[in-house]
């Protein structure tokens, strides 16, 4: 019995694994959710003394940290993804105007000047 084992062509793809088949990016957002998301948990489990409201508190605070951890699009991660989207959307204007250099333009200002100033010299 022949077992196949898949190998991606290019090899850039491949992410080296750390920890639990974990690559150090996913590891570090998972703490930093974990971190933040354990304590959500136990002070809203005090204030409401509900368990499902407290663990659905620590579940959206830890979501943007899983999602930095887990998404990427085209080899990019998400917050690049936002960066570009962000600037697409409110820093960049919307309409932008095709604008060329008129070189040309330029030419003849420059002979305009240069006609004013042998005008100018003649004076």
């Known amino acids: 019995m022949a077992m ?3 190998v991606p062509r290019d090899l850039t793809i491949v992410k080296t694994k750390v ?8 590891i570090i957002c998972f703490g930093i959710g974990a971190a933040i998301g354990v304590p959500i948990f136990f002070l809203v489990k005090a204030v409401a003394v509900n368990i499902s409201f407290a663990t659905m508190a620590m579940l959206v605070v830890m979501m943007p940290c899983f999602m930095m951890a887990m998404y ?3 080899g990019q991660p998400l917050e690049v993804i936002l960066k570009h989207y962000i ?3 409110f820093v960049r ?12 333009k330029l030419l003849e200002q420059l002979a305009r000047s240069g006609e004013e100033e042998n005008n ?3 004076d």
């Open 120 to 122: 100018v010299d003649m």
């Open 87 to 89: 600037e697409a959307k």
């Open 19 to 26: 920890f639990f088949n974990l690559t150090k990016r996913q």
């Open 4 to 6: 196949y084992i898949s």
């Open 93 to 104: 204007p919307k309409i932008r105007p095709y604008k060329t250099n008129n070189y040309y």
């Open 72 to 74: 990427e699009k085209n």
